[in-house]
């Protein structure tokens, strides 16, 4: 009879251990956590620069320590700014900007001297999008939706 006794409370100890209780696999779960909206907002470098062929990286082109390149964007404005010694050029252009999961769209308003001889012909650019919390790439793509280039930033703040 003691042994019966025994068997049941581990028994009634195993099955009260099994027991899920459904408010804390609610509490545990990921799902039901907001996800952190990602977002262009801050100021970014550029590393690196992508040439594609066929849609594919053909190869990928770090930035010299001379070239400086960056981007800074407020809720709805984009400013970048380019700076190479070796080059008597300016460039810096300015505008706004929409963005979704993969598209990224510039228009700009002006720019340094020789930006403002290309927004002479265009001031609206749109590019493929790849975004996370600290890196970002955009691409730009051709007529046919192929891509052509693409540069590499990372949050610097």
């Not at 027991?19 to 990921?30: E, G, H, I, V």
């Not at 952190?36 to 590393?47: F, I, N, P, Q, S």
């Not at 493929?128 to 600290?134: N, S």
């Amino acid at each position: 009879m003691k042994n019966l006794l025994i068997l049941s409370c581990i028994l009634g100890l195993i099955f009260t251990s099994c027991k899920t209780d459904k408010n804390t696999d609610q509490n545990d779960s990921t799902e039901n956590y907001p996800k952190e909206k990602l977002t262009l907002e801050g100021a970014w470098e550029l590393v690196s620069f992508y040439n594609y062929v066929d849609n594919e990286v053909s190869d990928t082109i770090y930035r010299s320590d001379k070239l400086k390149q960056i981007k800074m964007y407020t809720k709805s404005k984009v400013m970048w700014s380019k700076s190479l010694p070796s080059d008597s050029l300016e460039w810096f252009g300015f505008g706004s900007y929409e963005y979704s999961d993969s598209t990224l769209y510039e228009a700009l308003d002006y720019g340094s001297k020789t930006m403002n001889q290309i927004l002479m012909d265009q001031t609206e650019f749109q590019f493929l999008l790849y975004l996370d919390k600290t890196r970002f790439t955009q691409i730009e793509i051709d007529a046919d939706g192929n891509k052509i280039y693409g540069e590499n930033y990372i949050r610097i703040e």
